[in-house]
């Protein structure tokens, strides 16, 4: 094979209101310094979390706080939901998604208080990355977006 990504882009979609930044304004190393992978952060404006892409679900924390969806071309992504919010152990997240439950980009995946996370001083970014893919390109576009605007492109 010639590589699943040649001659070819994927456009990624916001998953949640709010702005999108570089994954280096995220106060932790293991995003900030692309440990996980490539990808970008959102600053969100509200707390409904939703599916960037059109795929299947991989895996859900039982925590709530971070899920792995397999695009349709196969490629995978990590949504991770506030850092060490894994502590919270799930207080403060609802969702009904299942592991193999197929979803379309848009299709809302985790609700989050994020008035709850703020009284437990948890910071409430959300992290996108791309796990298998620290070597290849990609463009994020910064600023304010919606649900559905495209957040990333790779190519």
């Known amino acids: 094979m010639f590589g699943l990504f040649k001659n070819k882009s994927n456009e990624i979609s916001t998953p949640v209101n709010g702005v999108v ?3 280096k304004e995220v106060n ?16 969100p404006s509200d ?22 969806l397999e695009a349709d071309d196969g490629l995978d992504i990590l949504i991770h939901i506030g850092l060490d919010t894994v502590e919270l152990n799930g207080s403060g997240f609802s969702s009904t998604i299942k592991e193999g439950q197929k979803v379309k980009s848009g299709d809302l995946l985790v609700q989050v208080d994020r008035t709850f996370l703020a009284e437990n001083k948890k910071d409430d970014i959300v992290i996108v990355v791309f796990p298998e893919m620290k070597d290849k390109k990609i463009t994020v576009n910064m600023g304010e977006k919606q649900v559905g605007d495209i957040a990333a492109t790779i190519k």
């Open 47 to 68: 707390g409904k979390i939703h599916a960037p892409i059109k795929g299947t679900i991989k895996s859900v924390f039982p925590s709530l706080h971070a899920l792995t």
């Open 28 to 43: 932790d190393p293991v995003f900030s310094e692309k440990m996980m992978g490539v990808g970008f952060a959102v600053k």
């Open 21 to 23: 930044v570089d994954l």
